[in-house]
């Protein structure tokens, strides 16, 4: 419940956001923090998510009371089959050698399997029937910033917002064109404050440090400087904007040698993530006074 003495941020300014990250399979860890939040009787005013943390960020916007568990049952049916519409190499591979030869565009995937499941566990028709107004973020391909979706058909503002450059297709919304909000915004900080954020608790399901190797293959290249630019990124938005806006960061127990498209960790990432934010907020009533920013 908002404002009851029990609440460990309680004082803090409102509206207070819930800012989900992106993060393929690491959306998982959300969900164990979402759980913590809600035994903590934090709730929020608002919610933000990019991607996979827009997935989970809608089921806490249609009822925060029963989103951990509705969330739990979801993550367990989800596989790469799931996401896909394929789990073997050999599907992979012929995917990736339709894509070279031009035939389906420039991705490796179609949206059928991704737009099967969002479908399925879809709590509202359009995002603001919602019961806690939602901003879900995408990137405008175009001009290469991030769009926040308010309003309009959740399924379609959800597959935007997880259209994963070269892996599926943008997707046309009001006559623009989107990809996934994580290449602009993969901690949507700025966009939580431009929602009307006056405090942010903030769901990183990243790891919280590098790998700590060289990497071996292009591939492995590629993720990692990708990893890097979304890491100064977000330090970036936070060592700015936490001068003018109470920000808790909750702590990130993703294993860093974990890959986003590895589903098969999903119950671990859930418990890791409820044991950590469960006891980094034990110790969060001392923090509460709004004068400090974490």
Not at 38 to 51: K, R, Y
Not at 61 to 73: K, W
Not at 234 to 259: C, F, G, M, Y
Request: a negative charge.
């Amino acid at each position: 419940m908002h404002g009851a003495p029990s609440s460990p941020l309680a004082n803090w300014p409102r509206p207070l956001c819930f800012v989900l990250s992106g993060g393929g399979s690491f959306g998982a860890v959300q969900v164990g923090m979402i759980r913590a939040l809600h035994e903590a009787d934090i709730s929020p005013d608002l919610i933000v998510g990019t991607s996979v943390g827009a997935l989970n960020g809608v089921q806490v916007a249609n009822d925060p009371a029963t989103a951990a568990d509705t969330l739990t049952e979801v993550w367990a049916e989800i596989g790469l089959k799931q996401v896909l519409g394929t789990r073997t190499r050999l599907g992979t591979a012929w995917n990736v050698l339709r894509n070279l030869r031009g035939q389906d565009g420039p991705q490796i995937y179609r949206t059928e399997a991704l737009s099967r499941l969002i479908e399925a566990h879809l709590p509202a028709e359009n995002i603001e029937d919602l019961t806690i107004p939602t901003a879900i973020v995408a990137t405008d391909v175009l001009v290469g910033k991030p769009k926040v979706l308010r309003q309009g058909r959740l399924s379609t503002a959800l597959e935007a917002s997880s259209a994963m450059p070269g892996v599926f297709p943008p997707v046309k919304i009001d006559g623009c064109f989107y990809i996934d909000g994580g290449v602009a915004a993969n901690v949507p900080i700025r966009p939580a404050i431009a929602a009307g954020a006056r405090s942010l608790v903030v769901l990183d399901a990243g790891p919280g440090q590098m790998r700590g190797f060289i990497p071996r293959t292009p591939l492995e290249a590629a993720v990692q400087a990708s990893q890097i630019m979304l890491r100064n990124q977000v330090a970036n938005d936070t060592e700015e904007l936490v001068k003018r806006h109470p920000i808790v960061r909750l702590p990130q127990p993703t294993p860093p040698a974990l890959s986003s498209f590895d589903f098969s960790h999903t119950l671990e990432l859930i418990d890791a993530g409820f044991v950590a934010t469960k006891g980094f907020l034990a110790d969060l009533p001392d923090l509460a006074d709004t004068s400090r920013r974490i």
